[in-house]
């Protein structure tokens, strides 16, 4: 069974950093498609980063491009989003996805990754 448990959110100020993880249990996270996406409060859930982790392409949205990093250890079998400079407007519910995949350029879908696997979500709350 697959499992996603995300850790590391919490209550900063704007331009302080926070890395969140998301420990994949029940499969390795090396044969999936891996993402953050997140939910500010009354709005959609959005697609933050992604990466295809069995080749390490990642993608970004507009809004994280050049503060936020996706990354992955494999022998921990944890996703990772590091973000910096964080603004108010990055408050949100944080979630990480997961997708088998299929082939090479599989991962090159946000929406793909919606039909995945899901974790809880850990809250990130940054204050002006």
């Known amino acids: 069974q697959v499992q996603l448990v995300e850790s590391g959110g919490g209550s900063v100020q704007a331009g302080e950093s926070v890395r969140l993880s998301c420990t994949a249990s029940?499969?390795?996270?090396?044969?999936?498609?891996m993402g953050w996406f997140r939910q500010p409060p009354g709005k959609e859930r959005e697609g933050v980063a992604f990466i295809d982790s069995n080749d390490g392409t990642t993608m970004y949205a507009d809004s994280g491009k050049g503060r936020f990093t996706i990354s992955q250890d494999d022998a921990k079998n944890t996703l990772y989003l590091q973000m910096n400079s964080l603004k108010p407007e990055d408050t949100a519910m944080y979630y990480c996805a997961a997708k088998l995949r299929l082939y090479r350029g599989y991962c090159n879908s946000e929406s793909r990754l919606r039909s995945g696997y899901w974790g809880q979500g850990t809250q990130v709350t940054v204050s002006s």
């Open positions: 029940g499969y390795s996270l090396k044969n999936y498609c």
